[in-house]
């Protein structure tokens, strides 16, 4: 019975050791805080530009991960396009854009 009891709680603590490594950052995937931080930086990147009205932004995808903003989808000209970016760059949490808006 008290090996049981033992192995049971052994079992439990891999569980409970491979759950938490589960959520921990790698270089090509995020942890669930990390996650969480992109999520604010894109909506507040959507808001910036929602409330540009020089943008016609509703045509812009907006991705972060790890502060790495890209902006992709589809301007009317390239000083959309570069206003786009310069509104980006102003948001708190954004490290770095990259542009790979079409024009059409």
């Known amino acids: 019975m008290k090996l049981l009891k033992t192995l049971s709680s052994v079992c439990m603590a891999v569980v409970v050791v491979f759950a938490v490594a589960a959520c921990a950052p790698t270089q090509k995937s995020e942890g669930t805080g990390g996650y969480i931080d992109d999520t604010v930086v894109t909506t507040k990147v959507k808001t910036a530009l929602l409330n540009d009205k020089a943008i ?3 045509e812009i995808s907006v991705e972060t991960f ?7 989808g589809f301007v009317s000209s390239s000083a959309d ?6 509104v ?3 948001v708190a ?6 542009n790979v808006m079409q024009i059409k």
Request: aromatic share 0%; hydrophobic share 30%; glycine share 12%.
């Open 56 to 58: 016609k932004s509703t």
């Open 66 to 72: 790890k502060g790495r903003v890209q902006l992709s």
């Open 81 to 86: 396009a570069n206003r786009a970016v310069q």
């Open 88 to 90: 980006t760059r102003g």
């Open 93 to 98: 949490g954004v490290k770095s854009v990259e």
